[in-house]
């Protein structure tokens, strides 16, 4: 089956730092990568929908400017959170689809990365 | 912004006995999908469904829609105690590829 990775699986670091997080489809090649964010005992929340070679949709309410995204290929996209405060502390989820034009429906989902501002 | 609710929040159960989630949606659908999700683990996909479909089964799944009412559920059969985790529905809308996600169930299976 599809396989997604994510790395790191968890970080902590200082308040005003940057945090790059990875997302990588292993075994395909992933059109679309979607990045969700999700705190504690809530649902996933969609923050943006990456496209290979394309600039990122951003979900509203969510800074582009703080949550940079890049999908510079078929099986890689980086969030990378800039000037991470304590409030940006989340478990981030990434998910990458075949294509979402073919009638291909099924996201895989990566086993997401543990984020910890001090 | 969420795309609709789940009911109930949390469910406990005797190991053998079934568990049913239900999930309510606001907008027009393509499919509607189920995940679970071990605590502080990635989702896993469960089963889609249609919106041209009724129900669905896959092992001691069971899936129903009922696009009228904008409503779904989420049937596990003969539950276990590896069934405890939290299940989400998602809907896509067939033109953006973007799953909306409701709030979840948690859902614990006690041996």
């Known amino acids: 089956g599809a396989v997604v990775s994510q790395h790191p699986s968890w970080v902590i670091c200082k308040s005003g730092t940057s945090v790059k997080i990875e997302c990588r489809s292993l075994?395909?090649?992933?059109?679309?990568m979607f990045w969700y964010r999700q705190f504690p005992k809530q649902s996933l929340m969609l923050m943006a929908t990456?496209?290979?070679?394309?600039?990122?949709?951003?979900e509203q309410g969510v800074e582009k400017d703080k949550f940079l995204i890049n999908h510079a290929s078929l099986t890689l996209s980086t969030l990378t959170v800039t000037s991470a405060h304590p409030e940006d502390s989340s478990f981030y989820i990434c998910?990458?689809?075949?294509?979402?034009?073919?009638?291909?429906?099924?996201?895989?989902f990566g086993p997401g990365t543990r984020l910890t501002v001090l | 912004s969420q795309q609709g609710e789940e009911d109930p929040q949390a469910l406990s159960i005797q190991e053998g006995e079934n568990a049913t989630m239900n999930c309510s949606y606001k907008t027009s659908i393509n499919n509607l999908q189920w995940y679970r999700q071990n605590s502080g683990r990635g989702l896993v996909h469960l089963i889609l469904?249609?919106?041209?479909?009724r129900e669905k089964h896959s092992g001691r799944l069971r899936v129903t829609l009922d696009t009228s009412k904008k409503s779904s559920s989420l049937l596990i059969t003969a539950s276990r105690a590896a069934d405890t985790a939290s299940y989400f529905c998602a809907t896509n809308d067939g033109n953006t590829g973007k799953l909306i996600f409701g709030q979840g169930t948690t859902l614990q299976v006690k041996p």
């Open positions: 075994d395909f090649q992933a059109t679309t």
């Open positions: 998910s990458a689809s075949l294509s979402v034009y073919s009638g291909v429906d099924t996201q895989y």
């Open positions: 469904i249609r919106s041209n479909e």
């Open positions: 990456s496209n290979e070679g394309s600039k990122a949709t951003y």
